[in-house]
């Protein structure tokens, strides 16, 4: 496959939800692809600042989510949809088209849309959308639409119940920086046993595919087989 650069964008509802892909992330900032990580909401509606003003909160958690972004060596952008307010709408939609547009992404990855929180369903539900109506001139503009030869695959977090072809990326040579990002959020909220909640992940997902360290993905395409059209995964 031809090794020119590419495009990932990273888009989940609240700051913490990236724990998930930061290696994936650090792997393309690695081979000098771009990589955007996004979040829908600033995670202002978080329980554990109870007591705190919305701005304060707000605050506090994109700062957390730009240090991420340090980490990884990425774009960070905050999206504003409004924590608790992430929801399939055509007007979310045509917001996101926009975004899609501006960054024009070889991939995508997010959420499950099977999974339980609203926010996480609503943000894949979203991006889906998005994906088709970025390619249309009226709603991007004044941005020039965006229509790659090929619809851009989905990567979502991983669910047993998902019918859509698994990918594992091995993240063993990034495996560091997904500590470090784990341990940033794991300090601040007291996550007990962060470090060995990680290891465990990881090396059971590398378990299944023969290397150290993996994630792992359901990835909605249209094209097959996977492994030639999606970006994310194109060394093997």
């Given at each position: 496959m031809s090794n020119e650069g590419k495009t990932i964008l990273a888009c989940v509802a609240h700051p913490d939800d990236e724990i998930g892909c930061v290696g994936t992330l650090v792997n393309h900032v690695s081979k000098g692809d771009k990589v955007v990580l996004a979040w829908t909401t600033s995670g202002e509606m978080a329980s554990h600042?109870?007591?705190?003003?919305?701005?304060?909160?707000?605050?506090?958690?994109?700062?957390?989510?730009?240090?991420?972004?340090?980490?990884?060596?990425?774009?960070?952008?905050?999206?504003?949809y409004g924590d608790t307010s992430v929801r399939a709408t055509r007007e979310n939609a045509l917001k996101m088209a926009k975004v899609i547009a501006e960054v024009k992404p070889d991939a995508v990855i997010t959420w499950s849309m099977n999974t339980r929180h609203p926010d996480h369903r609503g943000t894949a539900q979203i991006l889906y959308d998005a994906i088709t109506y970025a390619r249309i001139p009226k709603?991007?503009?004044?941005?020039?639409?965006?229509?790659?030869?090929?619809?851009?695959?989905?990567?979502?977090?991983?669910?047993?119940?998902?019918?859509?072809?698994?990918?594992?990326?091995d993240v063993t040579s990034s495996f560091e920086k997904v500590r470090e990002v784990a341990k940033l959020y794991g300090d601040f909220y007291n996550w007990q046993q962060?470090?060995?909640?990680?290891?465990?992940?990881?090396?059971?997902?590398?378990?299944?595919c023969g290397v150290k360290y993996a994630e792992k993905y359901n990835a909605l395409t249209r094209f097959l087989p996977i492994e030639k059209y999606l970006p994310i995964n194109r060394d093997i």
């Open positions: 600042f109870n007591g705190m003003s919305f701005s304060e909160v707000k605050e506090i958690r994109e700062k957390q989510g730009k240090d991420v972004g340090k980490i990884i060596g990425c774009e960070t952008l905050f999206l504003g709603i991007t503009e004044p941005l020039d639409p965006y229509r790659p030869p090929l619809h851009i695959p989905m990567f979502m977090y991983f669910e047993e119940i998902s019918p859509l072809p698994t990918v594992y990326i962060v470090d060995d909640w990680i290891d465990i992940n990881r090396r059971s997902n590398g378990m299944k």
